[in-house]
C-alpha cells in the first residue's frame, strides 16, 4: 500500500486522517493473466492502483482487438466514463500477467471524496492525466510508426518489456511484420 500512498502524496501531500481512510477503503486484489477487470458493455465499479503487472485497455472494432494502452505498475487504471458517470464500458480491460492491484470501490471512492485533501488529489491527478492524454493523443496522431515506438521504448519502457508484439502492433497501428521490421532497424 506504500506505492499508492507514495504516489498520492505525489500530488498532494496528506494529512495522518486521509491517509488512514484511503488504506481503509482500497483493498488488494490479485488477479490471474487474462481475467478481466472491466468489460465491455457492464458498468465499471472501481478504480485500480497497479502494484505489480500489466493490464491491456482494448475496444473491438469492425470484429478486431484495438489495443489503446498497457498499464504497469504505480499507474492507475479504470473506465473512465463508465466508472465516473456509472453507465456501461464501451472498452476491455485485462491482465497480461499476474497483476497485484489495490481497487476502490465507486462508493468508498465517494466516501472519500468527503476529504478535502483527497478532493485536491483527485483534482490534480485528473488534471495531470488529462493533460498528458491530450498531449500524447496529438504527439501520437502525428508520430510514424517507427516514432511511435521509439517514444514508447524511451517514455514507457514497461510496455515494451510487458506488451505482446501483437498488442504493442495494434497500439502503434501496425502489422506485427510492421513492428519486427521496426524493432529490427533500430537494433
Same mark, same amino acid.
Given at each position: 500500500?506504500?506505492?499508492?500512498?507514495?504516489?498520492?502524496?505525489?500530488?498532494?501531500? +496528506?494529512?495522518? =486522517?486521509?491517509?488512514?481512510?484511503?488504506?481503509?477503503? /482500497?483493498?488488494?486484489?490479485?488477479? %490471474?493473466?487474462? &481475467?478481466?477487470?472491466?468489460?465491455?458493455?457492464?458498468?465499471?465499479?472501481? !478504480?485500480?492502483?497497479?502494484?505489480?503487472?500489466?493490464?491491456?485497455?482494448?475496444?473491438?472494432?469492425?470484429?478486431?482487438?484495438?489495443?489503446?494502452?498497457?498499464?504497469?505498475?504505480?499507474?492507475?487504471?479504470?473506465?473512465?466514463?463508465?466508472?465516473? &458517470?456509472?453507465?456501461?464500458?464501451?472498452?476491455? /480491460?485485462?491482465?497480461?500477467? =499476474?497483476?497485484?492491484?489495490?481497487?476502490?470501490?465507486?462508493?468508498? =471512492?465517494?466516501?472519500?471524496?468527503?476529504?478535502?485533501?483527497?478532493?485536491?488529489?483527485? !483534482?490534480?491527478?485528473?488534471?495531470?492525466?488529462?493533460?498528458?492524454?491530450?498531449?500524447?493523443?496529438?504527439? /501520437?496522431?502525428?508520430?510514424?510508426? &517507427?516514432?511511435?515506438?521509439?517514444?514508447?521504448? &524511451?517514455? /514507457?519502457?514497461?510496455?515494451?518489456?510487458?506488451?505482446?508484439? %501483437?498488442?504493442?502492433?495494434?497500439?502503434?497501428?501496425?502489422?506485427? =511484420?510492421? +513492428?519486427?521490421?521496426?524493432?529490427?532497424?533500430?537494433?
Amino acid at each position: 500500500m506504500e506505492e499508492l500512498i507514495l504516489i498520492i502524496n505525489s500530488f498532494q501531500e +496528506l494529512d495522518l =486522517e486521509t491517509e488512514q481512510a484511503i488504506k481503509k477503503s /482500497f483493498a488488494e486484489e490479485i488477479f %490471474k493473466k487474462g &481475467e478481466f477487470l472491466v468489460e465491455e458493455t457492464k458498468v465499471c465499479n472501481k !478504480i485500480y492502483f497497479i502494484k505489480s503487472g500489466a493490464v491491456r485497455r482494448f475496444c473491438i472494432e469492425d470484429g478486431v482487438e484495438v489495443t489503446k494502452w498497457i498499464y504497469t505498475n504505480n499507474q492507475f487504471v479504470t473506465s473512465m466514463s463508465s466508472f465516473f &458517470e456509472q453507465k456501461p464500458s464501451f472498452e476491455n /480491460f485485462q491482465t497480461c500477467e =499476474e497483476t497485484i492491484l489495490y481497487s476502490l470501490s465507486y462508493s468508498d =471512492e465517494q466516501a472519500l471524496l468527503e476529504y478535502p485533501l483527497f478532493v485536491k488529489f483527485h !483534482i490534480k491527478q485528473l488534471r495531470h492525466y488529462l493533460s498528458k492524454l491530450n498531449e500524447f493523443n496529438h504527439l /501520437f496522431r502525428l508520430m510514424t510508426a &517507427e516514432k511511435k515506438y521509439l517514444f514508447l521504448l &524511451e517514455s /514507457f519502457p514497461q510496455i515494451i518489456k510487458k506488451g505482446k508484439l %501483437k498488442h504493442i502492433a495494434s497500439l502503434i497501428g501496425v502489422s506485427q =511484420e510492421t +513492428l519486427s521490421r521496426i524493432r529490427a532497424s533500430i537494433i
